[in-house]
């Protein structure tokens, strides 16, 4: 049985009393019955016990305050110094690596990181000094959280969404929920449109058609003028040809942009499988719908785009994006909840990028695994992240009117922390 941290205390409490008026013997005794309860170690125990209720003065340069905490921890003003491990040149070694794979979270980087450093140092984006780099290869998603908190300040975006009616095909197309989707292998992909409607839905405006992969996570994004079917067909046709793995199936919500003849037709002659959601239900379409945001919305936002420019800069955007994205952006996929009262338990694995869950995937050919290392094998994350936010920066002055020459290939540059 795990005790609480109040329970903890409440013992340690009791306990306390009866360890000061003890003899050297009955201590040792009190000791071990605390140790084998609480579960603490023999020096923390002891600290515990003999220190419960006093109070200890820091001197005023600890760099904490002039009063620390209670042993019970009831008045903490200050805390107890701990040399510091991860120093100046592996936080902003860490920072960089953090902002070239896309300012992910701690539990996305930490099994990255023994693959992507080399990479960077390959394409010399890094140097770093042996000390350094052992210590930036061995800090835990806890730490890269701690150590990163002040740069994850300042981003926050919010989330829109629209769908139109259906049309009366509805009934041709089976509904297929959450619990029922296929995703023992890769092929099956879920479809949504991302509208950039700049906060109005009046007149013509640019949309994303976003197809991923549910069991590798691969995600492919096109730019296309207006909802016409004629484009988002057009578009699908494109992304099935990039695809690293045959297209066995496509699911999507029941806007008129999928439910429609050309692209039942399409599916029918070419043997695909054509599912649909349930009205107002989501989660049908989890993994899609987190990749409008995590994929698009974090990085050409929500203004409004709707010109040619807007279109050709979206796409130059998107076919750097896609690089990126299935090689070097590690996912997490949930494995199974576990509910315990009001409180539910998620258990996740461990953080792959989607081509690394395809190299897991036996059924992939070898024609297929050669030409995506061959692929992999060329690319440079810190190259493609700087194409990002040039194009982005583009983008940006589009909106805003101002003409700007499309962006050239930049050349790396190091950044040493020896």
């Given at each position: ?83 510091r491990v991860y120093d100046e040149k592996v936080v902003d070694a860490l920072t960089r690596v953090w902002r070239i794979a896309g300012c992910i979270c701690g539990k996305r980087l930490a099994p990255f990181l023994a693959e992507l450093v080399p990479i960077l140092e390959r394409h010399e984006e890094l140097v770093l000094a042996d000390e350094t780099r052992t210590k930036l290869l061995a800090i835990s998603a806890a ?150 945001f995590s994929v698009v919305r974090q990085t050409v936002g929500y203004f409004r785009f709707e010109t040619e420019r807007h279109l050709e800069l979206l796409n130059r955007h998107y076919a750097v994006l896609r690089p990126y994205t299935n090689y070097f952006q590690p996912m997490v996929k949930l494995l199974e909840k576990t509910r315990l009262g009001s409180r539910i338990r998620k258990h996740y694995d461990k953080a ?67």
């Amino acid at each position: 049985m795990v005790l609480t941290m109040r329970e903890k205390q409440a013992i340690t409490k009791e306990m306390a009393c009866r360890y000061r008026q003890a003899d050297r013997k009955a201590k040792g005794a009190i000791l071990d019955q605390v140790m084998s309860v609480t579960g603490y170690n023999r020096c923390y125990a002891t600290q515990r016990l003999r220190n419960w209720g006093r109070q200890e003065i820091l001197p005023a340069d600890a760099g904490n305050g002039p009063l620390s905490a209670l042993a019970d921890g009831s008045a903490v003003t200050g805390r107890r110094k701990r040399p510091r491990v991860y120093d100046e040149k592996v936080v902003d070694a860490l920072t960089r690596v953090w902002r070239i794979a896309g300012c992910i979270c701690g539990k996305r980087l930490a099994p990255f990181l023994a693959e992507l450093v080399p990479i960077l140092e390959r394409h010399e984006e890094l140097v770093l000094a042996d000390e350094t780099r052992t210590k930036l290869l061995a800090i835990s998603a806890a730490s890269i959280d701690r150590a990163l908190a002040e740069e994850k300040a300042a981003y926050r975006l919010k989330e829109r969404g629209g769908t139109r009616p259906s049309s009366s095909l509805l009934h041709q197309i089976p509904i297929q929920t959450h619990a029922e989707a296929r995703a023992d292998r890769p092929g099956f992909v879920e479809i949504d449109l991302v509208g950039h409607d700049g906060g109005s839905t009046s007149g013509e405006y640019c949309q994303t058609l976003d197809v991923t992969d549910r069991y590798s996570g691969w995600t492919e994004t096109q730019a296309v003028r207006n909802k016409a079917q004629q484009w988002v067909l057009a578009a699908l046709q494109d992304i099935r040809q990039r695809l690293p793995f045959p297209l066995l199936g496509i699911h999507s919500d029941g806007g008129s942009e999928f439910i429609n003849e050309p692209l039942l037709v399409y599916c029918q002659s070419e043997g695909i499988e054509f599912t649909r959601s349930r009205p107002y239900q989501k989660n049908d379409n989890c993994h899609v719908e987190q990749k409008n945001f995590s994929v698009v919305r974090q990085t050409v936002g929500y203004f409004r785009f709707e010109t040619e420019r807007h279109l050709e800069l979206l796409n130059r955007h998107y076919a750097v994006l896609r690089p990126y994205t299935n090689y070097f952006q590690p996912m997490v996929k949930l494995l199974e909840k576990t509910r315990l009262g009001s409180r539910i338990r998620k258990h996740y694995d461990k953080a792959k990028t989607p081509y690394q869950r395809l190299l897991s995937w036996d059924g992939w050919t070898n024609d297929d695994r050669e030409r995506a290392a061959v692929e992999y094998q060329r690319l440079n994350p810190a190259a493609l992240n700087r194409q990002l936010v040039r194009i982005e920066g583009l983008l940006l002055k589009a909106v805003e009117g101002e003409a700007a020459p499309l962006p050239k290939p930049a050349a790396g540059h190091a950044v040493s922390f020896v």
